[in-house]
């Protein structure tokens, strides 16, 4: 039997990949300094929760088929210590994940912003059609238990991430997948902790497109400039394969497709959105899925979680959660509500959580991000700040920063909901950006206002 252990278990990506190598049949062990819901109790009932936090050398025994290293451990780890005095091979989930799809063929789907929606969107599609796929995927989406399933399937669809790949090896995640096929959405300055040169971040993805084989392809997305200078200068022998906004209509606040059959009404909307859902049935037409039954699978699609989610709704009034942090999600998200309602108010509210949003010398880049919405509002959560070692900025710092001198502050999370209940919704949509929660703000007071009649 196969037997591994992790080190940092607790991660989402890492605890799932243990519960899929646990479905697999995989003896699994673990460790954790500290390990949160919903991670434990789903540990817990695979009966692979670690007894106790902490790092144990004497869990690293020489009968172990390899070690899987997260990347919320340390390089001085006294498991990683053990395991590499041991000679015991150590892997990081993306060279596991290749390790286990060597065979298959391997889609990657990478870019700043769009992958884990595209990547939905093409799961969706290819269990729809009752194809045999495995995956990777970088949120919990509806219809699949796990962010990771291992089978004998022919083909495995990777959400790939620029982010570094473990503390022993600083290169992005997405290079170790020695991809079959490659899907670029889009190039916008993340990562500011890890890439504070920003020609130093696009190398990265022209990197990556240029690993594409002769028998692979490229397919990117040539609406975003930087994106389609880099795919035209790559040097990849394999094929190119440019693609745009999938053209649709807005008809009473609904998406329809344009066709060769007519007006296909869609659950997702946006221009952003349009052009995921180009560029996933690119990837699906690349795997043998024809337009007809990309056609007839895509509508059934609500959106990936925490993506232009709609928490709540009203007669003339919508409640709406986005995951956007990054300047060029958060213009797309907000400019796809204001575009898709255009005569409903829009008030947005984004909460600066990550270490790049926080750092006021990245803070230019968010300019102008939110200007189609009416009312614009930022939350700061003074703790996030002081854990990342930053200064706390003033509303003058990010009025100046977002290029909006009309922009609001919150710093205390119980102000900024009474702030927002006593909003009028009527004839209006509240849209919450975040990667965090706003300090466990309990959204339920502003869900019963949309639920009721007062939106």
């Known amino acids: 039997m196969n037997k591994y252990h992790f080190i940092a278990i607790g991660g989402a990506v ?11 049949g995989y003896q699994v062990s673990g460790s954790d300094d500290e390990i949160y819901e919903p991670s434990r109790t789903r540990l817990e009932n695979a009966k692979i929760l670690p007894p106790e936090y902490g790092w144990f050398p004497e869990k690293i025994t020489a009968d172990l088929d ?6 919320h451990a340390r390089i001085d780890n006294p498991e990683l210590i053990r395991a590499q005095e041991l000679g015991i091979p150590v892997f990081s989930f993306p060279e596991f994940i290749y390790n286990q799809s060597q065979t298959k063929k391997r889609v990657v789907i990478a870019g700043s912003h769009g992958k884990t929606s595209i990547t939905s969107m093409i ?12 995956y990777l995927v970088g949120a919990q989406i509806e219809g699949f238990d796990l962010m990771v399933r291992l089978s004998d399937a022919p083909v495995i669809v990777i ?21 079959d096929i490659a899907l670029v959405s889009g190039i916008a300055w993340d990562h500011f902790n ?3 040169d920003f020609e130093v971040y696009k190398d990265q993805f022209s990197k990556l497109m240029d690993l594409t084989t002769q028998s692979g392809e490229l397919i990117y997305c040539e609406v975003d400039q930087l994106v389609k200078e880099a795919a035209e200068k790559s040097s990849t022998p394999g094929q190119k394969t440019p693609y745009n906004a999938h053209p649709a209509v807005i008809k009473d606040g609904k998406t329809f497709l344009k066709t060769g059959s007519g007006l296909l009404e869609i659950g997702i909307f946006g221009n952003h959105n349009l052009q995921n859902l180009q560029g996933a049935m690119e990837i699906c037409r690349a795997l043998g899925v024809s337009n007809e039954q990309f056609y007839a699978s895509i509508p059934s ?8 989610e709609i928490l709540a709704s009203g007669k003339s009034g919508i409640l709406f959660r ?25 008030i947005s509210v984004q909460e600066l959580h990550t270490y790049s949003s926080l750092n006021k010398d990245f803070l230019p880049n968010y300019a102008h991000s939110m200007e189609e919405t009416d009312v614009a509002v930022i939350y700061l959560n003074p703790n996030a700040v002081a854990l990342k ?9 990010l009025r100046e920063g977002f290029k909006r001198p009309d922009l609001m502050l919150f710093t205390e999370s119980q102000a900024l909901k009474a702030y927002l209940l006593a909003q009028n919704y009527s004839n209006a949509n509240l849209l919450l950006m975040s990667s965090g929660n706003y300090d466990n703000l309990d959204l339920e007071p502003l869900k019963a206002k949309f639920n009721s009649n007062e939106a």
């Open 14 to 24: 890492m605890h799932n990949l243990a519960l899929a190598l646990v479905r697999k």
């Open 66 to 71: 390899g070690i899987i290293l997260g990347m």
């Open 123 to 134: 799961l969706h599609v290819l269990q729809d059609q009752k194809m045999d796929f495995d």
């Open 159 to 179: 959400e790939g991430d620029e982010y570094l790949t473990s503390p022993i090896d600083r290169t992005p995640k997405f290079f170790h997948y020695k991809h």
């Open 194 to 196: 890890v890439f504070p």
């Open 301 to 308: 699609f609500k959106g990936a979680a925490k993506r232009q």
């Open 322 to 346: 986005d995951f956007a942090h990054a300047p060029s999600k958060l213009k797309a998200t907000v400019n796809a509500v204001k575009n898709q309602f255009p005569d409903r108010k829009l």
């Open 389 to 397: 070692k930053l200064d706390l900025m003033d509303e003058e710092t």
